[in-house]
């Protein structure tokens, strides 16, 4: 079977981008088309490397593992060892299903043509059914996640968390988000969305009533002994979520945060209240916002 090299760069190519962009879509990652075509590029000269070349070298399994960290750091930049074990999780969850999907897209469409040499698959299809194939598996692939995504009850991801600030304590339920990333920007401590009015018994209302004031620098309404007691308390926190991009979110250090799921109980020294001036669910389900890092 004559295989030209071109072409299978160009089909591997698009290959690797798609799947890239999958990644980035379930992660909610932002996403550069520049980054994750250079990260495609990666990918398919390893192909056409692995298919010239018959060294076991190149396709053991620490070489291909070494070569997913590459492509994924090229097209994402994770910037922690943390993320970038999510973002390469999540790769080869991509890669998984929307490899098989496509396969058995080629395989239908091809009549069973297909081979495989070096451990590349090789058939006599044409770029049209590369095209089908990866746009029909890109599909899966989303609806697959997003399927199993909805699975997941509601009710797995509440718990009760109690904070505590100037020796006063509330009760509420969060919600744990995967995507509350959130962190205080000079010390790194995360931080909890929590709607504002639930924050009325344990903070002063001169504070929650001017928060905008506040984060523009405007304390004229603050009473000084006020101003006194929380103005090392009060941070800044800069978002792009919530509906809003590029938003500032005025937050205060509590105490503790008491996280409290089924019969486990966490204590939290170090924690950041952020005070969210909206409703976080319509329905009333949660009042705050609690990210992985806090659990």
Same mark, same amino acid.
């Not at 990333?181 to 929590?194: A, F, S």
């Given at each position: 079977?004559?295989?030209?090299? !071109?072409?299978?760069?160009?089909?591997?190519?698009?290959?690797?981008?798609?799947?890239?962009?999958?990644?980035?879509?379930?992660?909610?990652?932002?996403?550069?088309?520049?980054?994750?075509?250079?990260?495609?590029?990666?990918?398919?000269?390893?192909?056409?490397i692995t298919?010239?070349?018959?060294?076991? $070298?190149?396709?053991?399994?620490?070489?291909?593992?070494?070569?997913?960290?590459?492509?994924?750091?090229?097209?994402?930049?994770?910037?922690?060892?943390?993320?970038?074990?999510?973002?390469?999780?999540?790769?080869?969850?991509?890669?998984?299903?929307?490899? *098989?999907?496509?396969?058995?897209?080629?395989?239908?469409?091809?009549? *069973?043509?297909?081979?495989?040499?070096?451990?590349?698959?090789?058939?006599?299809?044409?770029?049209? #059914?590369?095209?089908?194939?990866?746009?029909?598996?890109?599909? $899966?692939?989303?609806?697959?996640?997003?399927?199993?995504? #909805?699975?997941?009850?509601?009710? !797995?991801?509440?718990?009760?968390?109690?904070?505590?600030?100037?020796?006063?304590?509330?009760?509420?339920?969060? @919600?744990?988000?995967? *995507?509350?990333?959130?962190?205080?920007?000079?010390?790194?401590?995360?931080?909890? $969305?929590?709607?504002?009015?639930?924050?009325?018994?344990?903070?002063?209302?001169?504070?929650?009533?001017? @928060?905008?004031?506040?984060?523009?620098? !405007?304390?004229?309404?603050?009473p000084e002994?006020?101003?006194?007691?929380?103005?090392?308390?009060?941070? $800044?926190?800069?978002? #792009?979520?919530? *509906?809003?991009?590029?938003?500032?979110?005025?937050?205060?250090?509590?105490?503790?945060?008491?996280?409290?799921?089924?019969?486990?109980?966490?204590?939290? !020294?170090?924690?950041?209240?952020?005070?969210?001036?909206?409703?976080?669910?319509?329905?009333?389900?949660y009042s705050?916002?609690?990210?992985?890092?806090?659990?």
């Amino acid at each position: 079977m004559t295989v030209y090299i !071109d072409i299978l760069f160009l089909e591997n190519f698009i290959l690797n981008f798609i799947i890239l962009y999958a990644t980035g879509l379930i992660s909610k990652h932002k996403i550069k088309f520049i980054k994750i075509a250079l990260g495609s590029i990666v990918g398919a000269v390893y192909v056409i490397i692995t298919y010239l070349i018959e060294n076991k $070298v190149y396709l053991n399994i620490l070489f291909k593992l070494i070569l997913s960290i590459v492509i994924v750091y090229i097209a994402f930049t994770p910037k922690t060892i943390k993320e970038m074990l999510k973002m390469i999780v999540l790769f080869y969850l991509t890669s998984f299903v929307f490899g *098989g999907a496509a396969l058995g897209v080629i395989y239908m469409i091809n009549s *069973g043509k297909i081979s495989i040499q070096n451990g590349i698959i090789i058939g006599s299809y044409t770029l049209r #059914t590369i095209f089908i194939g990866a746009i029909i598996a890109f599909a $899966v692939t989303i609806l697959a996640f997003k399927f199993v995504k #909805t699975k997941i009850s509601k009710k !797995d991801l509440l718990c009760n968390i109690t904070i505590k600030i100037n020796g006063k304590e509330i009760k509420t339920k969060a @919600m744990i988000d995967t *995507g509350n990333m959130l962190k205080e920007p000079i010390t790194n401590i995360p931080v909890v $969305v929590v709607e504002h009015t639930l924050l009325k018994e344990i903070i002063p209302k001169e504070i929650l009533e001017n @928060m905008d004031n506040i984060l523009a620098g !405007d304390f004229k309404e603050i009473p000084e002994e006020i101003q006194n007691e929380y103005m090392l308390k009060l941070k $800044v926190i800069p978002f #792009t979520s919530l *509906g809003k991009q590029n938003g500032m979110l005025l937050g205060v250090k509590a105490e503790s945060l008491k996280v409290q799921e089924e019969d486990n109980i966490k204590n939290i !020294d170090k924690i950041i209240i952020g005070m969210y001036n909206k409703k976080l669910s319509r329905k009333n389900e949660y009042s705050a916002l609690l990210g992985l890092e806090a659990v």
